[in-house]
T-cell receptor
Framework: DGGITQSPKYLFRKEGQNVTLSCEQNLNHDAMYWYRQDPGQGLRLIYY???????QKGDIAEGYSVSREKKESFPLTVTSAQKNPTAFYLC????????????FGQGTRLTVV | AQTVTQSQPEMSVQEAETVTLSCTYD???????LFWYKQPPSRQMILVIR??????QNATENRFSVNFQKAAKSFSLKISDSQLGDAAMYFC??????????????FGQGTTLQVKP
């Protein structure tokens, strides 16, 4: 079945540690996105990529990094510089162009302990 | 920059009744897309309905319909014959069209819908 897989579903991190969230898609989509969800704030864009080996900062990129070495994969690293990393993270992908739909993964809940 | 506002943090509806969720947005663009997404307790985001701003006709998908008022920058979602499975958080979202279209979605804060049996 085609879709987007995020792993792990739950992740715990100690303060000061970097952690990487995985996002893989087999939809052959060129574009991939990372969003952060906090209560009462909706979803906010962290990073996005429209082509392999290229990505752009979203609205809240500070403290995060990404890579796009393969079309299928867009991992997100939450660094120790992210001051408030506890949140729900959603990955999405879409075809580049008009009248296209974004497909979302099931998310990763990150908790700093 | 575009913004999306959902002013109703929580709504409730009786099963089989109709409910309307509100959304307003701000943009200087003339063409764009608007979406309603549903996020049930599983937290999987599901596209409910989509509206192209250049289309005057309001979009409908079975029990879901929108009231798109371009001049007022309003985009409300009407759910008819509400079912228990409609209970979820609903997000309104905006996406640019044409050369500004990178596929980025701008989301509202969300409205939690409770359906009472």
């Amino acid at each position: 079945d085609g879709g987007i897989t995020q792993s792990p579903k739950y992740l715990f991190r100690k303060e000061g540690q970097n952690v990487t969230l995985s996002c893989e898609q087999n939809l052959n989509h060129d574009a991939m996105y990372w969003y952060r969800q906090d209560p009462g704030q909706g979803l906010r864009l962290i990073y996005y990529s429209q082509i392999v080996n290229d990505f752009q900062k979203g609205d809240i990129a500070e403290g995060y990094s990404v890579s796009r070495e393969k079309k299928e994969s867009f991992p997100l690293t939450v660094t120790s510089a992210q001051k408030n990393p506890t949140a729900f993270y959603l990955c999405a992908s879409s075809i580049v162009g008009e009248n296209t739909e974004a497909f979302f993964g099931q998310g990763t809940r990150l908790t700093v302990v | 920059a575009q913004t999306v506002t959902q002013s109703q943090p929580e709504m409730s509806v009786q099963e089989a009744e109709t409910v309307t969720l509100s959304c307003t947005y701000d943009t200087s663009e003339s063409d764009y897309y608007l979406f309603w997404y549903k996020q049930p307790p599983s937290r999987q985001m599901i596209l409910v309905i989509r509206q192209e701003a250049y289309k005057q006709q309001n979009a409908t998908e079975n029990r879901f319909s929108v009231n798109f008022q371009k001049a007022a920058k309003s985009f409300s979602l009407k759910i008819s014959d509400s079912q228990l499975g409609d209970a979820a958080m609903y997000f309104c979202a905006y996406r640019s069209y044409g050369s500004g279209n990178t596929g980025k979605l701008i989301f509202g804060q969300g409205t939690t819908l409770q359906v009472k049996p």
